[in-house]
């Protein structure tokens, strides 16, 4: 549209200027006021053939005709006739008045004619022939504007990127949501695995530490044994009471099975016979005293068939320092303990007799050294005993803080035993004990010291797990003597024999009545031979060796009976 209009407004553009845009978008020019050369006016509506005028403002009054606007700029100026009258439909038929001028849609001159020159005139500029116009002259009917030759073109809407963008926020957001939904299935899903898991391990470990009713890990007469008592794991150390004041041993196994995590303190009559490493026989008692812990760990591990870790030398002045360092103990006592500082008969005790008793460290050393006039070495035993499980309770689960608590009491331990591993031990059996998996169990020993079969079979057998263990290689092979002849003397000739002839002798007592034959027995084929060597050894006949039950410490048992003759030996 511009580019015809600047061809004849180019040379002009000082005398008109923008007042605005037609209801088409066109730009409507005036004229100047102070210009008074004269020029053709610019009829953007004369029709070269119908011939009227354009007349803006339709008073249909004549007007003075001024010059007719040459956008050529040729210089001519043709005569204009009146306007005539405005036809809105184009068709050309005269409306009355004048002839009209001709229509010159790139507005050359008219045929005839002219207008006069009207200040302040409002020109309308032709809008550019769209794409569907012709650039060759059309004819007077072609060249009216028809709604065809426009060509609309889309502008895009500014909202539409919007739009996109909110599809695009949506659709990411369904994503987003579906994502969760699925991270929340595969979530839950997990954690039903895992609590499944959970459950069942739970029941596994329920039955394993025999805690189902109806089922139990360690077998019953009916169900058997899962696991040998002597494939257990177990480790071990020996602990020594030493009275400072009033003199005298007292001797207990601290047992943790880590198989089946249950914890015992085994205690250990002072009467319970052992082997020297000489093969003289001795005491409990006297062992500890003579060989010392080394000597008498290696004495209880002969004679009990274990594996005893270290010692652990507890005297009454530290027994006092650890109560008092873990915060006293709650027992139930079964005896009052006398005051020893006190004068008068009838004091007060300074232990009551009870349940739920609180002990000090002092009031704790008191009762476990306790023994009243009369009673067996056994009860003083379970006193210290008791007060050792006390102790456990009190003590930390935590390895590091029960080393620091060991550490605090500045003994001087055993070089087999470290402080950390003492600690760490200790806090392994206070965690039994604060559950309820540690129990205390006495070691039967008859009078003369022997172990009967009865604690052979609980004691040795179940909880030490001290079945016979197999010899190393050039090891002594253990030999466990039941006296079953009558006759007492004949213990100790055996004993030298056995011990002369290279056997490690382990004395089995005394049988309450006497046997007419000998036996020779083993367990496993393999000392099969040994049972042979040993009957040789006592002069006995091969047909005493048999195969059977033995001791749980030994490797061959030995049941001496009327038969046996030392001189043959």
Do not use: C
Request: hydrophobic content about 30%; proline content about 6%; charged content about 20%.
């Amino acid at each position: 549209m511009n580019d015809r209009y600047d061809a004849g407004y180019g040379d002009h553009e000082d005398q008109y200027e923008l007042v605005g845009y037609d209801e088409y978008g066109r730009p409507v020019y005036r004229q100047a006021a102070q210009q008074q050369a004269p020029q053709q006016p610019y009829d953007p509506y004369a029709q070269q053939q119908q011939g009227y005028g354009y007349d803006p403002y339709a008073t249909g009054s004549q007007q003075q005709v001024p010059q007719q606007y040459d956008p050529y700029g040729t210089g001519q100026q043709p005569v204009t006739p009146p306007a005539p009258s405005y036809d809105p439909y184009g068709t050309g038929a005269p409306q009355g008045g004048a002839p009209q001028a001709p229509y010159d849609p790139y507005g050359r001159a008219a045929a005839s004619g002219q207008q006069p020159r009207v200040a302040e005139q409002t020109a309308y500029i032709p809008q550019q022939a769209g794409p569907g116009e012709r650039t060759q002259e059309a004819s007077p009917a072609e060249r009216d504007y028809r709604t065809e030759q426009f060509e609309f073109v889309e502008e895009p809407d500014g909202d539409s990127e919007d739009v996109i963008d909110w599809l695009n926020f949506t659709e990411n957001r369904t994503e987003r949501r579906e994502e969760a939904k699925r991270r929340a299935r595969s979530r839950l899903v997990a954690l039903v695995v895992v609590l499944a898991m959970v459950a069942v391990g739970g029941v596994g470990y329920l039955w394993y530490a025999g805690k189902l009713p109806g089922l139990s890990w360690s077998g019953s007469k009916k169900g058997g044994s899962a696991t040998a008592a002597g494939a257990q794991n177990r480790d071990v150390i020996v602990v020594h009471l030493h009275n400072t004041k009033g003199g005298g041993t007292s001797t207990a196994l601290l047992v943790d099975n880590t198989t089946t995590k249950q914890g015992t303190t085994v205690l250990l009559p002072n009467s319970l016979s052992l082997t020297d490493d000489d093969g003289t026989t001795t005491t409990l008692a006297k062992s500890v005293d003579g060989d010392g812990s080394s000597g008498t760990r290696d004495s209880l591990d002969t004679a009990l068939g274990t594996d005893i870790e270290g010692t652990w030398r507890l005297d009454t002045p530290y027994l006092q320092n650890l109560v008092d360092l873990i915060g006293n103990i709650e027992i139930d006592t079964n005896a009052d303990v006398p005051d020893p500082a006190a004068k008068k008969k009838g004091a007060e005790p300074l232990v009551h007799q009870g349940k739920d008793q609180t002990l000090s460290g002092k009031t704790a050393v008191a009762y476990a050294t306790y023994r009243a006039s009369g009673e067996a070495q056994n009860a003083q035993l379970e006193r210290f005993g008791q007060v050792m499980a006390g102790v456990l309770r009190k003590m930390s689960s935590d390895p590091a803080a029960a080393t620091t608590t060991v550490q605090t009491l500045a003994q001087i331990l055993d070089p087999s035993l470290t402080d950390k591993d003492l600690g760490t031990f200790l806090a392994k059996l206070a965690d039994l004990a604060k559950g309820g998996d540690y129990k205390t169990a006495l070691l039967p020993v008859q009078s003369d010291g022997t172990m009967s079969a009865q604690a052979s079979a609980s004691v040795v057998k179940d909880v030490l797990g001290g079945a016979a263990k197999s010899p190393e290689q050039g090891s002594a092979v253990r030999v466990s003597v039941q006296n079953a002849t009558g006759t007492k003397a004949n213990t100790d000739k055996a004993r030298v024999v056995l011990l002369n002839g290279g056997f490690t002798f382990l004395e089995g007592g005394t049988a309450g009545t006497a046997s007419a034959t000998s036996k020779v027995v083993y367990t496993d084929a393999k000392d099969k031979a040994n049972a042979g060597e040993v009957a040789k050894t006592l002069g006995l006949p091969d047909s005493s060796v048999a195969k059977g039950k033995t001791t749980s410490n030994a490797d061959v048992s030995v049941i001496l009976g009327q038969d046996y003759k030392p001189s043959a030996s």
